[in-house]
């Protein structure tokens, strides 16, 4: 089988077997169309180490990142594992295949303090009545008090929310179901929008729909306006030229642990498969807590 044919299999596994995230299906998806273009698209059984090799030496060569070279490097295991199991293969050529460990950078992550008032500042927005005031500030809350990601916040219909536990049931990676709670500020804003803000904006629409947050159209809102809300307004905060949603993400999970909380229940509220995936904010943590000892201990 050419290797061409070969991967547009595996991204039809990847997509209805795996079930993993469209970001992740195309990333894998445009790794292995390189690989089979720097490879001359061979049959899938004649590409060896030295090809693999030589195609993430290609990449080294014009500069790539060493975050890009690994998932390369995860993407061409993965594809050659299922080739293996399929009987494609007989052996399995990325076994010995290495790329360079990913450089480990501590996430963009807000003060308490930078946090409180950056919302409540929203909140009075949002007590205007607007309701793109009330969406937005909505958003936020959401966002950093229940650490959910951007396409979870966006998939959400209201049926997923319980206000009186203050909960959401959202749908992650994986299209993994999990039940995270929120606080009293979100469970607030979340509520005032319900009641007056989003009728206004359904009233817009030309059909229902069960979306929670809904755009100035009133079809459901996108990724991308979630986007641009969260960098004009949080990217000041941070002191960063971009930023995203999961700054916001990231902040929640630091403050947490700040907080008191266990790892593990991070890692539940955060839906990640692997514990090592929040050990991440454990050394945020620590950076801020050296931080205030060299501002505050006089032998510092």
């Known amino acids: 089988m050419d290797l061409t044919v070969a991967i547009e299999a595996f991204v039809v ?15 894998y998806r445009s790794d292995l169309r390189d690989l089979a273009t720097s490879a001359g698209d061979p049959a899938v059984d004649a ?13 080294t060569q014009r500069g790539d990142a060493r975050s890009t070279l690994a998932r390369r490097a995860a993407a061409a295991r993965s594809f ?13 050529p990325s076994l010995r295949l290495v790329a360079p460990k990913r450089g480990r950078t501590l996430p963009t992550v807000a003060s308490s303090a930078a946090m409180a008032v950056l919302l409540d500042a ?9 309701p793109i005031a009330m969406r937005d500030h909505a958003v936020l809350e959401m966002l950093y008090g229940a650490g959910i990601r951007v396409s979870e916040l966006c998939g959400l219909d209201v049926d997923d929310l319980d206000l009186d ?6 749908v992650g990676k994986g299209s993994k179901e999990r039940v995270v709670p929120y606080g009293t ?23 229902a ?17 979630v986007y641009g809300l969260v960098a004009r307004v949080l990217a000041p905060v941070v002191g960063a030229e971009t930023v995203g949603p999961h700054a916001l993400r990231h902040t929640a999970a630091t403050h947490l642990l700040d907080g008191g909380a266990d790892l593990r229940a991070v890692q539940e509220i955060l839906g990640h498969a692997s514990l090592g995936t929040t050990q991440i904010y454990t050394h945020v943590s620590a950076e801020r807590l050296t931080a205030t000892y060299r ?6």
């Open 165 to 170: 536990r203050g909960t959401a049931r959202v």
């Open 122 to 130: 929203h909140r009075d927005a949002a007590a205007s009545g607007d």
């Open 209 to 225: 729909t069960p979306a929670l947050l809904l755009g100035a159209r009133g079809s459901r809102l996108g990724a991308r306006s």
């Open 295 to 300: 501002l505050a201990h006089p032998r510092a």
């Open 13 to 27: 596994h990847l997509e209805r077997v795996r079930r993993l995230s469209p970001a992740t299906v195309r990333a």
């Open 47 to 59: 590409v060896d180490l030295e090809v693999l090799r030589d195609w993430l030496w290609q990449a």
């Open 80 to 92: 050659f594992s299922w080739s293996h199991e399929e009987g494609l293969i007989d052996t399995d």
């Open 185 to 207: 500020p979100a469970r607030d804003a979340v509520g005032a929008y319900l009641t007056r803000g989003r009728p206004a904006l359904a009233a817009r629409a030309s059909s």
